[in-house]
């Protein structure tokens, strides 16, 4: 297979954070070994848009993979979203399922759930939030995130993608990685807005209402 470079972008919040780091080390493991990294530390707290798209911005890899900090990765993760993408060469992304561990909110305490298990139908996703941001992007003809969407910001960018590609991306329909279900940007009642709210944002955005 050919190994273009792949830009890892990680936002992180608080340097000291020792869960942060589960991202950064399973993806430096993976077995596919042309790949980069910016950890974009959210200093100023404008949110995870604001430090994806600066590290997209910095990147010169083929391909760009955003990570949660708190993911862990399976090793062939990176082989497999390359492989999938590199297959289908009108696609602009891969995406894969996802184990989000239960930390008492909204999923009990210590159950594993399987998320994102695709393939989807541009149906499924103009309805709802379907596939993670961890997915792999063609760096060519990237629309960066919408800094001004406060909440749900991975749907906004993948209807703008459909909106533009007609398509969705190429899915790997196995889970690639595990992260905490936590309180955070898609968990927990502390957001900056609702989450119906924010649906109808996204909604009116796309004409969808």
């Known amino acids: 297979m050919a190994y273009g470079l792949v830009s890892i972008i990680i936002p992180k919040a608080c340097p000291e954070d020792k869960d942060m ?18 950890v974009e530390l959210d200093e100023k707290h404008e949110g995870a848009p604001v430090a994806r798209n600066r590290g997209w911005k910095k990147a010169s890899g083929e391909f760009l993979l955003f990570s949660d900090c708190d993911c862990l990765w399976q090793p062939t993760a990176l082989s497999k979203l ?3 993408l590199r297959s289908d060469p009108l696609a602009s992304y891969a995406y894969c399922a996802m184990e989000a561990v ?3 909110y909204l999923i009990d305490k210590g159950v ?9 139908t541009p149906e499924d996703v103009l309805k709802s939030s379907k596939i993670s941001t961890m997915s792999l992007f063609r760096a060519a003809g990237f629309p960066g995130f919408d800094e001004s969407i406060k909440r749900l910001q991975d749907w906004d960018l993948y209807l ?29 009642p502390k957001q900056p807005i609702s989450c119906e709210a924010a649906y109808e944002i996204i ?4 004409g969808l209402l």
């Open 112 to 120: 594993v759930r399987t998320l994102c298990m695709g393939p989807f």
């Open 102 to 104: 239960g930390c008492g």
């Open 160 to 188: 703008t993608l459909l909106e533009r590609d007609k398509r969705l991306g190429v899915c790997v329909p196995e889970v690639l990685f595990r992260t905490a279900a936590r309180v955070g940007i898609t968990y927990g």
């Open 82 to 84: 390359v492989a999938a």
């Open 203 to 206: 909604q009116r955005k796309h």
């Open 21 to 38: 780091t589960l991202a950064e080390v399973s993806l430096a493991a993976q077995d596919y070994p042309t790949k980069e990294f910016f």
